[in-house]
């Protein structure tokens, strides 16, 4: 198979920016398969970076894996191939979370804050998913109002998205990578007997974290190809690296090494479909 193919003889349900959803093998599970294509400002950028899409499925299967060891509850079941993963089928919530540790992006342009200015705690910021909106920023009463979520599923992706936090903050600082911001998407899943759980949902990958060298500063995500630095393979190959996902002798500077696909071991597909997650608590939100 080509690294620009895509499957076509399941159903397909969504496709997005980054990625396509199909069909399932069982009920309520999805194929999330990652493309190469790489966008920006709502789409307003494009191009096809070859490799992209492998390098994200690998990264992103393995952070999940591992939010999941702290008590995280993922989408996520296990890797199919190097491009997809088999995932819960879940019902997105509309809120896009950014969680900031370092300002960076839109909150230098709208406050006027410094770039790289340290913040003395993490902030959380709501954005509504809606590209033809440009995603507009938005609060708890937003939020609550239009029904776009309760504040108890509020509370607990808050709760979740700060946990997220502090593990991956941890685990790129032991890779010698500052966790600047990222983003979070989470989804309900209904149960049997009308138990809510919320679960971590999307992506976690250079896409929507940004990550820089903590000694030399150097963007390694996907502001790259946003600021026209170029390099973003290299960077994306040198995160996965760190990481620990992909040998070192498997990267090629300035392009994709087909030969990749060939020395990438299975991520650790560890997560039983069996799992037991817990359901939402619906107590009145802690003040």
Known sequence: MSLLSVPTRRRQIYEGKAKILYEG?????VIQYFKDDATAGNGAKKDVIAGKGILNNRISAHLMTRLETIGVPTHFIKSLNMREQLIRQV???PIELVVRNIAAGSLCKRLGVAEGSRMPRPIVEFYYKNDA???PMVNDDHIVTFG???????????????RCNDYLNGLF?????????FKLEFGRIWGEQGELYIVLADEISPDNCRLWDMKTKEKMD?????????GIMDAYQEVAARLGIIPREALVSGTFNEN????LEEIENE???ARTMRALNKTKPKK
């Open 91 to 93: 019902e997105i919530i």
């Open 271 to 273: 997560l039983s479909e």
């Open 133 to 135: 909106l440009g995603d």
């Open 25 to 29: 093998p069982e009920p309520g599970t």
């Open 173 to 181: 600082a032991g890779v010698n990578l500052l966790l600047v911001d």
């Open 148 to 162: 776009w979520a309760d504040p108890y599923e509020i509370e607990e992706m808050v709760n979740l998205a700060f």
């Open 222 to 230: 996907k502001d790259r190809f946003r600021q026209d630095l170029g």
């Open 260 to 263: 990749l696909m060939s020395s």
